[in-house]
Antibody, heavy 122, light 105 residues
Framework: EVQLVESGGGLVQPGGSLRLSCAAF????????MEWVRQTPGKGLEWVGR??????????EYAASVKGRFTISRDDSKSSLYLQMNSLTVDDTAVYYC?????????????WGQGTMVTVSS | IQLTQSPSFLSASVGDRVTITCRAS??????LAWYHQKPGKAPNLLIY???ILQTGVPSRFSGSGSGTEFTLTISSLQPEDSATYYC?????????FGGGTKVEI
């Protein structure tokens, strides 16, 4: 089955760190750019960042709100995507989704994981 | 690029024709996608490139527009269409989403 499965969410104190993982199944993970998107409780969607494929040197893009604190990486041999989150604040509390970008240029997010909840609180 | 959706909430009956608008703060060509999201679930892609129906999505959904104004239309609303609908621009970074339109049946 084609799917994305996130893990690693939980409760963390302000200033702490957390690493999220996203495992891909049923498709050629290495062919796709991958994304992270978050959703604060009861609110809308915020794009977090992107990692491109090997052909584009695994380059990354980030939202201004997380740049310098979050790092996206991938391991194509494990079909896995990661989000390292440092210096967390209460404003980072959200459900975090990984998503697959469709291959056409500026393609949409055509496959999403189920999400993992991150709560930043003392 | 800011995306403004309207309305933020709508209530309609089964069989109604429903239209949601998404306005971009600057031109984004046709690099716009529509998703719907049900409570506790991840968003699901409906339309991309402003007007192309994603595989498996019912034909009662359609999209139109380019530049700064876009619409999502549901030609005959069904009970399972109760959800929150989001537009997303893919033209430039940071990628952004509209604030959402909650559709109640």
């Amino acid at each position: 089955e084609v799917q994305l499965v996130e893990s690693g969410g939980g409760l963390v104190q302000p200033g702490g760190s957390l690493r999220l993982s996203c495992a891909a199944f049923g498709f050629t993970f290495s062919d796709h750019y991958m994304e992270w998107v978050r959703q604060t409780p009861g609110k809308g969607l915020e794009w977090v960042g992107r990692i491109r494929d090997k052909g584009h040197s695994y380059t990354t893009e980030y939202a201004a709100s997380v740049k310098g604190r979050f790092t996206i990486s991938r391991d194509d041999s494990k079909s896995s995507l990661y989000l390292q989150m440092n210096s967390l604040t209460v404003d980072d509390t959200a459900v975090y989704y990984c998503a697959r970008r469709a291959i056409p240029t500026r393609g949409p997010f055509d496959l999403w994981g189920q999400g993992t909840m991150v709560t930043v609180s003392s | 690029i800011q995306l403004t959706q309207s309305p933020s909430f709508l209530s309609a009956s089964v069989g109604d024709r429903v239209t949601i608008t998404c306005r971009a703060s600057q031109g984004i060509s046709s690099y716009l996608a529509w998703y719907h999201q049900k409570p506790g679930k991840a968003p699901n892609l409906l339309i991309y490139s402003a007007s192309i129906l994603q595989t498996g999505v019912p034909s009662r959904f359609s999209g139109s527009g380019s530049g700064t104004e876009f619409t999502l239309t549901i030609s005959s609303l069904q009970p399972e269409d109760s959800a929150t609908y989001y537009c997303q621009q893919l033209n430039s970074f940071p990628l952004t989403f509209g604030g959402g339109t909650k559709v109640e049946i």
